[in-house]
């Protein structure tokens, strides 16, 4: 395949084979669902962030925090390219390691 438009040669990553575990990128925050942040990272590709890898300390109401469209710098937990499953943290602790 093969494409000019500049939107998708700019992406970083076009699917999930695309990211590793430890890595840091950056997301766009969707919305809560069943306890866990949903973000975007680019394109089609999306993960979550679970409840407790929100914050470095528990939050009583991380909706309040985190609305939709704010951008966050997360660190890969777990990838699962063959399940299109993307697990990250936002724990400022684990980013900075």
Known sequence: MLTLRESIINMAYYNYDDIKSGQ??????????????????MGKISGYIPSM????IPLINP???????????????????????????NKKMLVKS
């Open 24 to 41: 840091i990128i950056e997301c766009t925050a969707k919305m809560f669902h069943k306890g866990a942040l949903v973000v975007k990272v």
């Open 53 to 56: 890898h929100l914050s470095d």
């Open 63 to 89: 909706e309040k925090k985190f609305k939709a469209g704010k951008v966050l710098k997360c660190k890969v937990l777990i990838v699962k390219p063959n399940d299109m499953k993307l697990i990250l943290t």
